[in-house]
């Protein structure tokens, strides 16, 4: 089972700042087979990054991804108000089980 | 408008049975892969078991395998998922997830709600 690390658990910002948000695989992922998703509260996941840099259908283009191997990377150009959410990656290279990293939750300073 | 909406959530007793449904529109159900995903109360998110457009494919993680069943009704454009001997841990918000093509190895691009299954006696 592939194990993905994200980092840091909290990020805590001020609007217009760059956001940086980590993901580590345990061993290495295509890059084809990396997702993100944000969910915010109360709310379903939703899809952001697919193919680790692949923006999903009408996600703003501030959001971008990035990585190959075992380092992924979701950053936030400007942060918004409305990006608050908490976002996890997801690994679907290898057999099953699937799975998901424990999440980054991005707060506004 | 593609939508997913599950329903079957309840309260039920360590040992008990539940039936979660996912029924969905908007899109051609039987080309892609559906998948279960849950959530305890304030965790992460957890793959529980894909199906493939078909059925004849399905797959889960160890901690439900022999416990449950995920099947689906391409006629009825429905998701199920049974679940058999439950336990405390078995806790959560369950959603069903659309995948962005057929074949496990899947990201998920459109999520249901959500329904809550909790087991407690």
């Known amino acids: 089972e592939i194990v993905l690390t994200q980092s840091p658990d909290t990020l805590s910002l001020s609007p217009g700042e760059r956001a940086t948000l980590s993901c580590r695989a345990s061993q290495s992922v295509s890059s084809s087979y990396l997702a993100w998703y944000q969910q915010k509260p109360g709310q379903a996941p939703r899809l952001l990054i697919y193919g680790s840099s692949n923006r999903a259908t009408g996600i703003p283009d501030r959001f971008s991804g990035s990585g190959s191997g075992t380092d992924f990377t979701l950053t936030i150009s400007r942060l918004e108000p409305e990006d608050i959410a908490v976002y996890y990656c997801?690994?679907?290279?290898?057999?099953?089980?699937?799975?998901f990293g424990g999440g980054t939750k991005v707060e506004i300073k | 408008e593609v939508q997913l909406v599950e329903s079957g959530g309840a309260l039920v007793q360590p040992g008990g049975s539940l039936r979660l449904s996912c029924a969905a529109s908007?899109?051609?159900?039987?080309?892609?892969?559906m998948t279960w995903v849950r959530q305890a109360p304030g965790k992460g998110l957890e793959w529980v078991a894909p199906?493939?457009?078909?059925?004849?494919?399905?797959y889960y993680v160890d901690s439900v395998k022999g416990r449950f069943t995920i099947s689906r009704d391409n006629s009825k454009n429905t998701l199920y998922l049974q679940m058999n001997s439950l336990r405390a841990e078995d806790t959560a918000v369950y959603y069903c997830a659309k995948g962005r093509r057929d074949g496990y190895k899947n990201d998920l691009d459109i999520w249901g709600r959500g329904t809550m299954v909790t087991v407690s006696s």
């Open positions: 908007g899109f051609t159900f039987s080309s892609y892969t």
């Open positions: 199906i493939s457009g078909s059925g004849d494919s399905a």
């Open positions: 997801q690994q679907y290279a290898s057999s099953p089980p699937l799975t």
